[in-house]
């Protein structure tokens, strides 16, 4: 089975920065592309930020690229999510996604994720 927890969410005042991580279970970690999305109330769920199964292709949403960073950590079956310069449209609750493949694809909102966490909670205060 496949198990994503996310951590590293809570309460910041704009321009500061955070980082997210999530570790999974199950089998082959390396062999998966990740990513991120998030999801603020009212909002439906956006794409973050994904990256390849050895890091060598990354890939941002539009709102977040030059801001925030995606990079994993395979010996420890972890990927994280660097944000910087957080504003109050950060807020929301960001998801660990896993695909089915080395690679992630931009041809569908999701990017070819296929498991998802729980989510944590990130709140940007002005």
């Known amino acids: 089975q496949v198990q994503l927890v996310e951590s590293g969410g809570g309460l910041v005042q704009a321009g500061d920065s955070l980082r997210l991580s999530c570790k999974a279970s199950?089998?082959?970690?390396?062999?998966?592309?990740m990513g991120w999305f998030r999801q603020a109330p009212g909002k439906e769920r956006e794409f973050v930020a994904a990256?390849?199964?050895?890091?060598?292709?990354?890939e941002y949403g539009d709102s977040v690229r030059g801001r925030f960073t995606i990079s994993r950590e395979n010996a420890k079956n972890t990927v994280y999510l660097q944000m910087n310069s957080l504003n109050s449209e950060d807020t929301g609750v960001y998801y660990c996604?896993?695909?089915?493949?080395?690679?992630?694809?931009?041809?569908?909102?999701?990017?070819?994720?296929?498991?998802w966490g729980k989510g944590t909670m990130v709140t940007v205060s002005s």
């Open positions: 996604a896993r695909g089915n493949g080395y690679y992630y694809t931009s041809l569908s909102p999701q990017y070819g994720m296929e498991y």
């Open positions: 199950g089998r082959t970690f390396s062999d998966y592309a």
């Open positions: 990256i390849s199964w050895s890091g060598g292709s990354k």
